[in-house]
């Protein structure tokens, strides 16, 4: 059982005691009647043969509030889009797939980088927005949620738990986050502990007080991919098309809304999904790709809210930070003690190094290109350069699940 | 006996000369085919770099058309689709040509419809693709004014406006390109007559009520006015 302390400026819902599920649900079902609920799935074909997505159908088709469900599936031939199509029959609520390398899809790409909106490269982000469109388009429901499809320890309580805070209309948050705690016989989530909160915390030693900073180091879990929002949050906001994905979403929710409105919730007591490889060596791929992403969507939102940063910041950010994350790795290493947790300490030390030089290499990267890969444009601004494009979607996805 | 070979040879000889005489118009038919396809060919490729090059997908885009090919399960691009259709056209009537060049009779005459009746066609597309143009934008602007009317169900009038044109444009098409015009006619007549009748008749019994207030005030205008009374009060 967690504490009810209310860290930072934004309300944490924590879960205490044991909470009935019967409970949450029945009263979903009667919110969903009024702010009906659209669950966003990014999921790659390969996801479909591991061991987590049977255990989230057969889990989510025993949820009755869910208005629809959307999968935005990636990395799949048209005889897996089939396999798929029939994997998730047994999901309750109406199900829609979009088929990311379908041909009408793809023509749905086409037409926007014709038009000079670029939806980025294959991924998670991409995914998720064109899903949110294909929501919006449809028009049916208020409230998305997303999570992952990667996630071995699923129960259907975490839907519920991140879907209620805004489908109840009388809490009025617009945005919930996620938390939970990455611990098996060890503790992971290595980029959130070692990376994100020393950096930001560096950050605000640096650069004093920053509304932002404070957003940011208000989140338990930053880079948790469990969200749930208002459908007019997804008209209007931008996503990046890289790893900067949660922490971008973030900074747009910041920029488009006030803090009161924002919430986080604890979503599960334990949480398991698939691990990167750390690959110091390769800032290309694995956790130090996701790192150096992070940072420079991180320094670019400071950038855009007026911080400046120069060579000499830089400088000392990397030895602030590494003293922060050295200081973090130590409270770490009792937690884990005092908990009978396995702890490499020597894994955690090449950790913390691989990030400061993914934090140098971010910042290289920012002084030569302070604006970096745009980001998705939002649904208001597509749909003002291509009127038709909702029903354009629309047409294509249910021309594919036909 | 040679009689008799005579009068199966006979007919075989006939045969050969209309052959001969009619090879040169079969290989001109072939040269016609194969010169036909190939300028297709070049036309489209032409086409499609020169749409590309004018932007008309992104136009196409935004003026709604590549809603409607879409609507039609058609996931090309509009500048290809173009350009194919612009090919079968050139190879029909490459086909059209060749045939001609038979110099066979009933073919001729196949031929001298197929292009009288081109005009129709390409009259009925312009119909079709003005009409489109001109129903949208009528649409649009009766949803703008709608709403800024403080109307209930824009929405559903703009859709309805746009339903009606289209209709009418289809109708002209029809009309245009000959088909059933008699069944065409009838069937455009019975709805659009009943739409306006039903139009007129809801709103003559919704508005009698204004109708005799309106009715009331202009004859309320046009009595005198009372002559004011001479005695006045102190």
Redesign the interface.
Known sequence: MTDFYQTGIITTLHQLGKPSLERMESELLGFSKTKPVALVLPALYSEFEGPAMPGIVQELSKVKYLNEVVLALDQASEDDFKRVREFMAPIQAPVKIIHNKGKRIGEVYETLKRNGLDAGPQGKGRSAWLAYGYVLARGQSDVIALHDCDIVTYSRELLARLCYPIANPNLNYVFCKGYYSRVTNKMNGRVTRLLVTPLVRSLQQLTGQHGFLEFLDSFRYALAGEFSMSADMARINRIPSDWGLEVGSLAEVYRNYSPRRVCQVDIATTYEHKHQVLSADNAEKGLMKMAVDICKSIFRTLASEGVVFSEGLFRSLIVTYLRQAEDTLMKYEADATINGLAFDRHEEAKAVEAFTNAIAMAAQAFVENPMGNPLIPNWNRVSAAIPDIFEVLKLAVDEDNK | MMDFLNLILDPLREMLLQFREFLPNLLAMLVIFALGFLLARLLRTLLVKFLGAV?F??WS??M?F??VM??G?L???PSHILGAIVFWLLVIVTLMVGLGALKVAAIDSLVGQFFSYLPRVFSAAMILLIGYLVSGFVSRTVLIAAANGGFHYAKLLAEAVRVLLLVMILAMVMEQLQIATSIVLAAFSIVFGGIVIALAIAFGVGGIGAARRIIEKEFAEDRPEKTPDDVEHL
Request: glycine share 8%; aromatic share 8%.
């Open positions: 932007q997908d992104s885009d935004r709604g590549t809603t879409r609507k399960d996931w090309m691009k």
